[in-house]
């Protein structure tokens, strides 16, 4: 119960992180994006809490505002790569064939590429913006997932109880979404959330580089950035940002972690099973 | 007896044979990804770049007439057919011409071979530093599992996961050249000083993984039935460690290795252009802000190329260092 304990305390900074970013614009102090040239670049102080940038915006409204971007374009873009590598490798590991062998071949071939180069050169190609910037990564990073609920099909698909679905005259829609997925989610669910720390530092580092969201809008990639000329005279500037996706990063991989430990007594003891039937 | 050493020979020689074929094959299923890899290149750089020539000349200032335009597509091979264009190009990586700078007009692939060791070796000493810090440590927090020197590195090796390298880099450029002054902040050429920084920002993530792996492997072969037959006969546990669990942990090591080349590869464009490395990653952001496709679509090419051998060669030692991959056969 030690483990069902502490997912639901990581399940609930979770939960407090993403209702944070959603309603970060109410939460706000300042405007984030209101420049004051006489403010500028202030300390750390009771007024500015974590001080202001180069053009006398508050940080720390910034990072709130920032959240949002980056929490939910890493979310959205982690549930994209998830859902469509998902059904791509069930369909492959359930029917193989034809579709199998092409679909995997292509898989392949984007697995060849370390998956940040990749993805500067998309975003390269498409320019700058967000929507880009997500578009590349996902390009890179559905084989993944395909190759992983490939797999896990293969291992299902002649277990006794799906012999015993299509015996009794189940379709094929229905076995796979009423048993394969609901079988081999689970794993897939503890990969895609341990995915997205690695997600959400790749896009930030999309937009450090100039690639991804565009300054002014505020986002914490783009905003360490802005900073980093500055690291001598104002280190805040990049460090706030830098910190926040460190905590977002952190907690959401304490999150996989709690939920991996939470499922694992579960699959070693159908994996112990296996072992005994074969 | 006699049959048995006879059997024994001839089992020696089939798995040299099998070893063999394994690499063969390997080989042969190469050449489809490289064709793969190099045209995806090539098509995703074209499709961009169509119009470079007109974007290179408004860049430059004034108005263009049309016959200038065509000129130049002329003088990089544009007005070519697609595939003709392809074929010149794919040839061109083995023959060392693989086009020219539209930015500075420099042969890209002289450009890419005169930078390439920069980041050889700031990938290697980066890979040493993670293996130098890792291997020590994840056997100690083995060791000492649940005492407390085991919590402190699994709490560092958490906390180094989840700092982006970027926001790493920052840091320790802040702590080691702001405040302490022990280093320079940026460096225009490439010294040992200035190599630092940089190893020490991609070690640091790569090493907090390396050691939980490298913690969770020895802790599995320490469950092992021959340890504790070895503990029993009066073993050292020093030398259990070094002589028996080190050696099947190296497996473990090699998987890690080449999972983590591609986030390396990845890794050293931020850095680089962070630290002002001059690498072959510094060299494609830069040519990425200023659109220059050539030097973007070389560099693409040869890092998916460079990231499949080196796969190649762990999945080839994979299989030499683990008996029971070799009759499994693909690994996942």
């Known amino acids: 119960m030690k483990e069902k304990r502490r997912l639901l305390f990581f399940t609930a900074l979770a939960v407090l992180l993403l209702l944070t970013a959603a309603f970060a614009a109410y939460l706000c102090p300042y405007d984030p994006y209101k420049q004051d040239l006489l403010l500028a670049k202030q300390p750390p102080g009771p007024e500015h809490w974590i001080g202001t940038d180069r053009f006398g915006r508050d940080i720390f409204s910034r990072v709130l505002a920032g959240s949002t971007v980056s929490i939910y374009s890493t979310l959205f873009l982690v549930t994209v790569v998830t859902v469509t590598g998902t059904v791509a490798g069930v369909l492959c590991g359930w029917f193989g064939g034809a579709l199998d062998a092409v679909l995997m071949r292509i898989a392949d071939l984007f697995l060849a590429f370390p998956s940040l180069v990749f993805a500067l050169a998309v975003a390269g190609v498409l320019g700058g913006g967000i929507q880009n910037a997500v578009f590349a990564l996902a390009v890179a990073g559905w084989p993944k997932f395909a190759r992983l609920a490939r797999s896990l099909t293969l291992s299902q698909k002649e277990a006794p109880y799906l012999m015993a679905a299509k015996l009794s005259g189940s379709s094929t829609i229905k076995i796979l979404v009423r048993h394969v997925i609901p079988n081999i989610g689970g794993q897939i669910l503890v990969t895609a959330v341990l995915d997205i720390g690695t997600t959400m530092m790749e896009l930030a580092g999309l937009s450090f580089l100039g690639l991804g969201v565009q300054p002014p809008a505020a986002e914490w990639g783009s905003m360490i950035n802005e900073g980093r000329s500055l690291l001598q005279i104002s280190p805040w500037m990049s460090l706030a940002p830098g910190a926040a996706i460190f905590v977002t990063v952190l907690i959401f991989n304490l999150l996989g972690d709690a939920l991996r430990d939470y499922m694992d007594p579960k699959q070693r003891k159908q994996k112990r099973k296996k072992g005994k039937d074969e | ?332």
């Open chain 2, 1 to 332: 007896m006699k049959l048995k050493g006879m059997h024994f020979v001839r089992n020696g020689q089939t798995e040299g044979r099998t070893m063999l074929k394994y690499i063969g094959k390997r080989v042969l299923q190469l050449i489809p990804v490289l064709i793969g890899i190099t045209f995806l290149s090539f098509a995703m750089m074209r499709l961009a770049g169509g119009d470079a020539v007109t974007y290179m000349y408004e860049n430059a200032g004034g108005a263009v007439s049309q016959e200038i335009i065509d000129e130049a597509k002329k003088e990089y091979g544009l007005d070519q057919p697609f595939l003709v264009q392809y074929g010149r190009w794919a040839a061109g990586m083995f023959s060392g011409d693989m086009g020219t700078s539209y930015v500075s007009g420099r042969d890209v692939y002289d450009a890419f071979t005169e930078k390439l060791p920069a980041t050889a070796l700031l990938t290697l000493s980066s890979v040493l530093a993670t293996l130098l810090v890792s291997v020590p440590l994840g056997i100690l927090a083995a060791v000492k599992q649940n005492k407390w020197v085991d919590y402190l590195i699994r709490f560092f090796s958490f906390i180094g996961n989840s700092s982006p390298n970027f926001f790493a880099a920052l840091i320790l450029m802040y702590l080691f050249s702001v405040k302490l002054g022990w280093l320079p902040v940026v460096t225009s050429e490439n010294t040992g000083l200035s190599l630092i920084l940089p190893t020490m920002t991609l070690a640091l993530s790569m090493a907090s993984k390396y050691t939980r792996q490298i913690r969770a492997a020895v802790l599995e072969e320490m469950n092992q039935d021959y340890v504790t037959g070895a503990k029993a006969r009066g073993v050292k546990g020093s030398v259990i460690i070094w002589k028996n669990v080190m050696r099947t942990s190296m497996v473990t090591i090699v998987t890690l290795l080449s999972l983590s080349v591609g986030n390396l590869l990845g890794g050293t464009t931020i850095v680089e252009s962070i630290f002002m490395w001059d690498g072959v990653g510094k060299m494609a952001v830069d040519a990425i802000t200023m659109r220059d496709y050539p030097v973007v679509q070389a560099y693409v090419a040869w890092m998916a190329v460079i990231y499949v051998l080196v796969n190649l060669v762990t999945d080839i030692l994979y299989h030499y260092l683990d008996p029971r991959v070799r009759l499994g056969g693909d690994r996942l």
